[in-house]
């Protein structure tokens, strides 16, 4: 990024990276930060992340961990639909971890009920 800020006529406003928490950016994320870059968060859920203590995994959303834990905040805080699944409050997290990250969340979905 350093090489295009040093050779470019217009600075770019934002970058599209992939961030979530098995790839959080911390370093390039900062550096955006201080030259007025918006960190784009490409792919928020960790879909096509696989963990490679477990081959099955498909995404960090996919963790049964963070699903148990999101849903556990959402009943800390009242707010428990009981028809919620552990996967959705999981996604509900990780679009907020990297919302308060100061990122841009850019997902998508191949189901237009989910959209």
């Known amino acids: 990024i350093q090489t ?3 050779s470019c006529k217009i600075k770019p406003d934002a970058l599209q990276v992939e961030v979530h928490p098995s790839l959080p950016q911390a370093e390039l994320r900062s550096f955006c930060k201080a030259n ?10 960790g879909i096509g992340y696989s963990d490679p203590s477990n081959p099955t995994t498909t995404g960090v959303v996919h963790n049964k961990d963070l699903q148990e834990l999101a849903l ?5 805080t009242g707010s428990v639909d009981p028809k919620r699944t552990g ?19 850019l997902s998508k979905s191949g189901n237009p009920v989910r959209i």
């Not at 007025?36 to 859920?45: H, S």
């Not at 409050?89 to 919302?99: E, P």
């Open 4 to 6: 295009i800020l040093d």
């Open 87 to 105: 996967l959705a409050a999981a996604a509900d997290l990780l679009l907020r971890w990297s919302s308060q990250l100061g990122c841009v969340c």
């Open 72 to 76: 556990a905040a959402e009943k800390a």
């Open 36 to 45: 007025g870059i918006a960190v784009m968060a490409y792919c928020p859920l």
